[in-house]
């Protein structure tokens, strides 16, 4: 697995992304990986959530096919996670064939905690996305109780 920080990104926006190939998958390190990325980010409080949203897309598509690419980026006041695999076809998010069921393969937990969860295919394969808002909170001022 490696890991490329874009420097193309706009600021105030940030963006990484993971290549995850053939051999074993450790979704330890994926999720030891996000989190220190949301955390860098100044978001600490949103890094478990994070992890666990990487971490059960990327598994989803690892099942499907491989190499998978995930992108986690820094908005104004989201962040866009993006599980890309050159499988052919609509991703399913759900066994029953239904696309935007969101049962089986544990969905349900990612549908619970994120905003906006979509998914798309093109020519090179299919995506799927999610988005989780949060609000920017500022620091405590000096010597004020926290």
Same mark, same amino acid.
């Given at each position: ?49 994070? +992890?666990?949203? @990487?971490? $059960? &897309?990327?598994?989803? %598509? ?5 190499? =998978?690419?995930?992108? /986690? ?37 990612? +549908?619970?905690? @994120?905003? $906006? &969860?979509?998914?798309? %295919? ?5 995506? =799927?996305?999610?988005? /989780? ?14």
């Amino acid at each position: 697995m490696a890991a490329k920080e874009d420097a193309s990104a706009p600021s105030p926006w940030a963006q990484v992304r993971w290549i995850v190939d053939a051999g074993p998958f450790d979704v330890s390190v994926l999720r030891d990986s996000v989190s220190a990325t949301v955390c860098s980010w100044g978001l600490g409080a949103l890094a478990d959530d994070l +992890a666990r949203i @990487v971490a $059960e &897309l990327t598994a989803n %598509a690892w099942m499907m096919q491989f190499p =998978v690419m995930v992108t /986690l980026r820094l908005e104004d006041s989201a962040i866009l996670t993006e599980v890309s695999d050159s499988g052919p076809g609509m991703a399913l998010f759900s066994a029953h064939g239904d696309p935007f069921g969101i049962d089986g393969r544990d969905l349900t937990s990612v +549908a619970s905690v @994120v905003h $906006e &969860l979509g998914l798309y %295919a093109c020519s090179t394969g299919r995506t =799927v996305w999610a988005r /989780l808002h949060f609000r920017w909170s500022a620091p405590p001022e000096e010597g004020s109780a926290a």
